[in-house]
């Protein structure tokens, strides 16, 4: 059964920082590309972030434009585990977190499997 486990949401101020994790079990992590999409309250849910399968500690990695220089996708495939490091927090990236494991992309058809969320709440 596969698992995508999320944490390290919280409270922050505009302008300070958060890491996400995203913990994997029941599938073989380093062959799936992950992804962060987030989801704000009656919307749909957007891509932020991605990074391809690797089969080191790597992988290709591409956000929206929104969010670029601001926030960091990262893997570790010797502890299951995708990161979300995001810096310089606006109130409007304030919104449920979602990781998802696929075959990579933009859209959401494109992972076959998510976690429960993590909500990020930004104060202004």
């Known amino acids: 059964q596969v698992q995508l486990v999320e944490s390290g949401g919280g409270l922050v101020q505009a302008g300070g920082s958060l890491r996400l994790s995203c913990a994997a079990s029941?599938?073989?992590?380093?062959?799936?590309?992950m992804g962060w999409f987030r989801q704000g309250p009656g919307k749909e849910r957007h891509f932020v972030a991605a990074i391809s399968w690797s089969s080191g500690s790597g992988g290709s990695t591409y956000y929206q434009d929104s969010v670029k220089g601001r926030f960091t996708i990262s893997r570790d495939n010797a502890k299951n585990t995708v990161y979300l490091q995001l810096i310089s927090l606006k109130p409007e990236d304030a919104a449920v977190y979602y990781c998802?494991?696929?075959?990579?992309?933009?859209?959401?058809?494109?992972?076959?499997?998510w976690g429960q969320g993590t909500q990020v709440t930004v104060s202004s």
């Open positions: 029941g599938l073989t992590f380093s062959s799936y590309a």
């Open positions: 998802a494991a696929g075959r990579g992309g933009r859209s959401v058809p494109e992972y076959d499997y």
